[in-house]
């Protein structure tokens, strides 16, 4: 069987989105008894999202496997585990909104939002298996480190906060685990699912954690240097916050004694959010920073696609990077 | 393969929950990167304990395999994994203690403690299929399947807790979630993994259930009734917190008018523990609700051994069942 060409074309991604969104939706979480349990547990999913892991797990399957229905529970899967995690951090961050909605923890309580988090993370895993008893053992295996990583990173992002001394290289530890490795682990899974070459999966699941690190430092990027009314928040957010992002902890190993101090007192600043950020931003610039980072991020990106090259020509793959290549273009 | 007469004997429980012990302690938990989170992981499972639910899978496992050498790992899940609940349960009532030490969100925080939990549970999934890849689907529908119902139980006991009009029905379903259906797991678990014949595992966890409801009545029983030595912790909490147990929910029931006024009146009272307590039990015997606890107790664990019956003879299960029958005879 041959993968129909008409729909291995620019109008995948959008159609694998809706197809996500249906069977998110068929799942009729939010309906399961007890509904106090089910309803908060559902309530972050329903609002509208890029499902980008789901829709990262399936072009991994379409990649060898021509019909990717089976998959979707997999695909889900992962959907599922990511809102977990974004309902169990907001906790932690003390978030009162996401994605313009009061969180769950903000509109329900805290203990609600402890057990809607745990059994969606419950519910992942029998939608894991469910279509793929033969590569059970193997899928978990892959969702199981993917997912105590993120739960690493998750900490090491904290510790990052509360660290006096924190380094690049903690953050590069960091941002593999808390963001890209769930990335990779959605390739490496529908790679799994579909019964890959030996070597495809693994391959597969550097290739996303490359891209996602680049991902990161993207956004870290933007949220410096992007248009607001492209970028869809106000930047400056993370100067304003003295976040120890890839930009702040590269500054802080570039800066002379002179910059140092300028970075150390407008740290200190908290009464004058436009200026601070003008100012940082303008110490980042004298730093080329910006060109630095971009250049960081090429980098990530050429090592991701060395890891893409032998698994080439394939038309789902080339569709998956071509859909993550935009992403990592996007405001430049 | 024989399964060694000296070994399935009186002594067999200690021996194995030694081995549980020392499996535990090499799995170095506490050690690993980042310490801040797996201190904290680890911190509960170093505490003394029964070990039950990872015996009660060994013993399943047992009763068709010679050597639980393989099992253990699938066996430590369950520990892991209850072990996850308390911690998450302890933030979600507020509990500063758990066997007379400080819960985990105490001694370090909630955000570590929510973590701490996650990482725990993400452990768990390849912990159980490690030694079992032809089985490995078969054991994640089960335990995922579990591990739902535990927080489905967590919530309705909430639920109950906040309810003005609780039912014993809504309390017997809040039970065998709550605390049955990872006993009822726990077995059928072992079961899978040793490839029992079919309907041995779905036998053993319904066994697994009756007890384990058996025995949350037997607790509601103690609370009220034990004698404070043997029990561990001075009897009454229950009454004193007008807790919604099997005992408050049937004399509910059974209660006259003037009863139903008597009871109201010491759910009242919150400034005379020691009046509260011998008035309520004075109530309770006059409903005679010892031997009707007593008689239900007793009814479920007939229907326990009427699921266990066509399993046997089998040496593995008759320790199992005389264990659990030991304790379910405690302080009576």
Redesign the interface.
């Known amino acids: 069987m041959s993968v129909p060409a008409v729909f291995m074309s620019q109008s995948t991604i959008p159609i694998l989105q809706q197809e996500i969104n249906e069977a998110l939706g068929a799942l009729r979480l939010a309906e399961r008894?007890?509904r106090?349990?089910y309803a908060p547990a559902a309530y972050l999913l329903e609002l509208p999202a890029k499902r980008t892991r789901p829709l990262l797990c399936l072009l991994a399957y379409r990649a060898w496997q021509p019909d990717h229905t089976s998959c979707m529970p997999a695909a889900l899967a992962l959907e599922l585990f990511h809102n977990f995690t974004l309902v169990?951090d907001d906790?932690?961050d003390n978030a009162p909104t996401r994605r313009g909605q009061p969180t769950v923890h903000a509109r329900w309580d805290?203990?609600?939002a402890?057990?809607a988090?745990?059994?969606l993370?419950?519910?992942t895993?029998?939608l894991?298996?469910q279509a793929?008893?033969q590569q059970?053992?193997?899928l978990?295996?892959c969702?199981?480190?993917a997912?105590?990583e993120?739960?690493?990173g998750?900490?090491?992002d904290?510790?990052l906060a509360a660290a006096e001394a924190a380094t690049l290289a903690d953050y590069m530890a960091m941002i593999e685990q808390k963001t890209a490795a769930l990335i990779g682990g959605s390739l490496c899974i529908g790679a799994l699912a579909a019964q890959a070459p030996p070597g495809a999966p693994e391959a597969l699941d550097r290739y996303g954690r490359l891209m996602g690190i680049a991902f990161q430092l993207l956004d870290d990027l933007l949220d410096v240097y992007a248009e607001a009314d492209k970028f869809g928040k106000q930047p400056g957010g993370d100067i304003i916050e003295n976040k120890k992002t890839y930009l702040w902890l590269r500054a802080h190993e570039l800066a002379d004694p002179a910059q140092l101090q300028a970075l150390q007192y407008w740290a200190s600043v908290q009464d004058q959010p436009e200026a601070k950020v003008a100012a940082v931003r303008a110490l980042y610039d004298n730093l080329d920073l910006p060109t630095r980072t971009r250049d960081l991020i090429v980098d990530y990106r050429r090592q991701a696609e060395a890891r893409l090259q032998p698994l080439l020509p394939n038309p789902a793959l080339q569709i998956l990077h071509e859909y993550l290549s935009e992403v990592l273009t996007r405001a430049y």
Chains 1, 2 share one sequence.
């Open positions: 008894a007890p106090r349990l169990h906790i932690m805290s203990s609600t402890i057990l988090g745990d059994a993370y419950a519910y895993q029998q894991l298996v793929f008893p059970a053992a193997a978990i295996r969702y199981s480190q997912a105590l993120v739960c690493e998750q900490m090491r904290m510790e």
